[in-house]
């Protein structure tokens, strides 16, 4: 099936894009998503963002990069802040390198050496982290320009986003066709799905890299956020931050969040692994496995707010990112600088490196497949 304008795939509501609803804010009616002009880039594409509410939630997404540019939740008092990090131009985008609310494709986190093999050939990829493959290569799908198109659906509201990739681009086989579907439900719940189909064997590994800080952004640390992943094992790695294959139990380690605990807790610790990523970088290996449907696996909570976000995933694993490389160069939204652990990633996806790891859930999608996944945020206080 391919994936265009043409073809959405009918009945967003069959489909299950109503979402759980999770318990979080009270319900409301939703605005008719709204379109504005962000900025152009240099060789003159105009960039929009749009702007969605329901429930409570209130999200701003670019046509550039998927971006989630803003995201905004109520606290305990009902009062409002913009809960993801980001900027207010496009240009501080267009440079930077931390992947801030950006669409991830078409392979989330890194593949060792940017080279994989299928069905017996050997395949090169772009390169942009040291000798590795980040996020899809120099030019991944955050720093695409999506055609993007709104929808209301009952008492949903949304945006389907689309890009078609061409058979070699950073070096992946196959012409892959995206849709990605950002829906915010009655109850405040942000859902994304993702969809793919490919005309050649490929490997595919969606994701969103929202960076957050439920205290507000640029509000400072997010050590004291108490953090709990269901996830009993993680996948250590080597210097490059490539897994080594061993999937490790976290019991006694830095690594253990199967109760809920501060993240600055055992930041600090000197854990071997913790010292080579500067922090955390690692993917959890949730104890569900790739589900059916989307389950909880993660709950993220800020004392001092209130405000908490719960992460259901039909994925197999989330890589937790602790904001290590944050150095105080960075302006944001609010005018004031990042700096290390000024804000957390919760990537759901499969696990970085599969491709070349023959013992972890494949990646490999082929021609009369459909890639499909689903993250649901579902925000409280």
Same mark, same amino acid.
């Given at each position: 099936?391919? !994936?265009?304008?043409?073809?959405?795939?009918?009945?967003?509501?069959?489909?299950? *894009?109503?979402?759980?609803?999770?318990?979080?804010?009270?319900?409301? /009616?939703? #605005?008719?998503?709204?379109k504005e002009l962000f900025g152009t880039l240099a060789d003159g594409t105009r960039v929009?963002?749009?702007?969605?509410?329901?429930?409570?939630?209130? *999200?701003?997404?670019?046509?550039?990069?998927?971006?989630?540019?803003?995201?905004?939740?109520?606290?305990?008092?009902?009062?409002?802040?913009?809960?993801?990090?980001?900027?207010?131009?496009?240009?501080?985008?267009?440079?930077?390198?931390?992947?801030?609310?950006?669409?991830?494709?078409?392979?989330?986190?890194?593949?060792?050496?940017?080279?994989?093999?299928?069905?017996?050939?050997?395949?090169? !990829?772009?390169?942009? %982290?040291?000798?590795?493959?980040?996020?899809?290569?120099?030019?991944?799908?955050?720093?695409?320009?999506?055609?993007?198109?709104?929808?209301?659906?009952?008492?949903?509201?949304?945006?389907?986003?689309? %890009?078609?990739?061409?058979?070699?681009?950073?070096?992946?086989?196959?012409?892959?066709?995206?849709?990605?579907?950002?829906? !915010?439900?009655?109850?405040?719940?942000?859902?994304?799905d993702y969809a793919a189909t490919t005309d050649r064997p490929t490997v595919v590994n969606?994701?969103?890299?929202?960076?957050?800080?439920?205290?507000?952004?640029?509000?400072?640390?997010?050590?004291?956020?108490?953090?709990?992943?269901?996830?009993?094992?993680?996948?250590?790695?080597?210097?490059? *931050?490539?897994?080594?294959?061993? *999937?490790?139990?976290?019991?006694?380690?830095?690594? %253990?969040?199967?109760?809920?605990?501060? &993240?600055?807790?055992?930041?600090?610790?000197?854990?071997?692994?913790? &010292?080579?990523?500067?922090?955390?970088?690692?993917?959890?290996?949730?104890?569900?496995?790739?589900?059916?449907?989307?389950?909880?696996?993660?709950?993220? #909570?800020?004392?001092?707010?209130?405000?908490?976000?719960?992460? !259901?995933? %039909?994925?197999?694993?989330?890589?937790?990112?602790?904001?290590?490389?944050?150095?105080?160069?960075?302006?944001?939204?609010?005018?004031?600088?990042?700096?290390?652990?000024?804000?957390?990633?919760?990537?759901?996806?499969?696990?970085?490196?599969?491709?070349?790891?023959?013992?972890?859930? /494949?990646?490999?999608?082929?021609?009369?497949?459909?890639?499909?996944?689903?993250?649901?945020?579902?925000?409280? /206080?």
């Open positions: 099936m391919e !994936l265009n304008r043409r073809t959405v795939i009918a009945g967003a509501a069959a489909a299950g *894009l109503a979402a759980t609803t999770a318990g979080t804010a009270h319900a409301s /009616s939703g #605005r008719k998503p709204v929009h963002r749009w702007s969605l509410e329901n429930g409570g939630t209130r *999200l701003k997404v670019l046509s550039y990069g998927g971006i989630v540019q803003s995201l905004e939740i109520p606290d305990r008092h009902g009062r409002y802040a913009n809960v993801s990090l980001g900027y207010d131009d496009l240009a501080a985008y267009v440079a930077g390198t931390t992947f801030f609310g950006a669409t991830i494709g078409r392979y989330g986190n890194r593949i060792a050496k940017g080279r994989f093999t299928l069905d017996g050939r050997t395949y090169q !990829l772009s390169v942009n %982290d040291g000798e590795n493959s980040l996020h899809g290569g120099a030019k991944g799908f955050n720093t695409k320009v999506w055609d993007v198109e709104p929808f209301s659906a009952g008492t949903d509201v949304g945006l389907h986003l689309y %890009d078609t990739s061409a058979d070699g681009e950073m070096g992946y086989p196959g012409t892959l066709r995206t849709r990605v579907t950002f829906t !915010l439900n009655r109850h405040g719940d942000w859902r994304i969606l994701t969103n890299h929202t960076y957050y800080n439920l205290a507000g952004e640029g509000s400072g640390s997010i050590c004291g956020h108490e953090l709990w992943l269901a996830a009993s094992r993680y996948t250590p790695t080597d210097a490059g *931050l490539i897994p080594t294959g061993e *999937l490790a139990k976290v019991t006694g380690t830095p690594f %253990d969040f199967t109760r809920p605990k501060p &993240v600055g807790r055992d930041l600090r610790t000197g854990h071997g692994q913790l &010292v080579t990523a500067k922090g955390y970088d690692h993917n959890f290996v949730l104890d569900k496995g790739v589900t059916a449907r989307p389950e909880h696996v993660v709950t993220l #909570r800020d004392p001092g707010s209130g405000r908490t976000l719960r992460i !259901l995933t %039909d994925q197999p694993g989330v890589q937790f990112y602790s904001g290590n490389f944050l150095d105080g160069t960075l302006v944001g939204t609010s005018g004031r600088t990042y700096r290390q652990s000024d804000g957390l990633c919760l990537e759901t996806q499969h696990f970085p490196d599969s491709p070349n790891q023959p013992s972890f859930p /494949s990646t490999v999608l082929r021609p009369g497949q459909t890639y499909r996944s689903t993250t649901i945020h579902a925000f409280g /206080s």
